[in-house]
Nanobody, 130 residues
Framework: EVQLVESGGGLVQAGGSLRLSCAVS????????IAWFRQAPGKEREGVAC????????AYADSVKGRVTISSDNAKAMVYLQMNSLKVEDTAVYYC???????????????????????WGKGTLVTVSS
């Protein structure tokens, strides 16, 4: 059974940092993309960052570029989202999601339609206070 489990959310002051983790299990596929999405109250779910297992390429939403880094440890089956210089507007539930299949040279447009993702975690709440 495929499972994605997020952890690392919490309350942080503006300007602070958090590292989110996504534990990936049950995959029998060699090629997939892991993406982080977020959803703030009353807003649409939006892509944050993604990473391809096929070639290691990454992509970021403009709203987080320069403040966020996505990385993976394939040996541990973990994907991380390091978030720095957090802003109040980063407050949201953050979801880890996977799309199966080979993807190369990822661009931010990969995250345009979250309905394309095949598997989802349950999310972890990030609250940034002013």
């Amino acid at each position: 059974e495929v499972q994605l489990v997020e952890s690392g959310g919490g309350l942080v002051q503006a300007g602070g940092s958090l590292r989110l983790s996504c534990a990936v299990s049950g995959f029998i596929f060699d090629d997939y993309v892991i993406a982080w999405f977020r959803q703030a109250p009353g807003k649409e779910r939006e892509g944050v960052a993604c990473i391809s297992r096929s070639d290691g390429s990454t992509a970021y939403a403009d709203s987080v570029k320069g403040r966020v880094t996505i990385s993976s440890d394939n040996a541990k089956a973990m994907v991380y989202l390091q978030m720095n210089s957090l802003k109040v507007e980063d407050t949201a539930v953050y979801y880890c999601a996977a799309e199966i299949g080979p993807h190369y040279d990822l661009g931010p447009s990969f995250m345009d339609n979250y309905h394309d993702m095949d598997y989802w975690g349950k999310g972890t709440l990030v609250t940034v206070s002013s």
